[in-house]
């Protein structure tokens, strides 16, 4: 095991950095645990003159536990649950993140 993999592993096993989670797939309805590590960004919007702030839910998922997530897939966290929205996003930018939930 490389040491990037190794310290992976610690982020993503440790209990205050990533969370238990639930992904459900919109086609077949499989099930996987998978463990995530979760961001609450908000987003800001301009319409107009005006700026619309709104919620915004982002998990960074490890490509090894959820290797094709894709739009209409469910993460469920705790007692919410969130539909991916857009495309998810892998590469240095989004650190393997599957971004566009909401």
Not at 6 to 17: C, E, G, L, V, Y
Not at 25 to 34: G, Y
Not at 72 to 88: K, L, R, Y
Request: no cysteine; aromatic share 4%.
């Amino acid at each position: 095991m490389s040491v990037f993999a190794a310290a992976m592993d610690r982020i993503f096993t440790h209990a205050s950095m990533a969370a238990p989670a639930l992904w459900i797939s919109a086609t077949t309805s499989e099930e996987r645990p998978i463990r995530i590590i979760r961001r609450a960004p908000d987003r800001v919007t301009d319409f107009g003159a005006g700026r619309i702030v709104s919620d915004t839910t982002v998990v960074d998922v490890r490509v090894a536990d959820l290797p094709a997530p894709r739009p209409g897939d469910v993460i469920v966290i705790g007692a919410d649950s969130h539909v991916i929205q857009g495309e998810p996003l892998r590469g240095k930018r989004s650190r393997g993140t599957t971004d566009g939930l909401s």
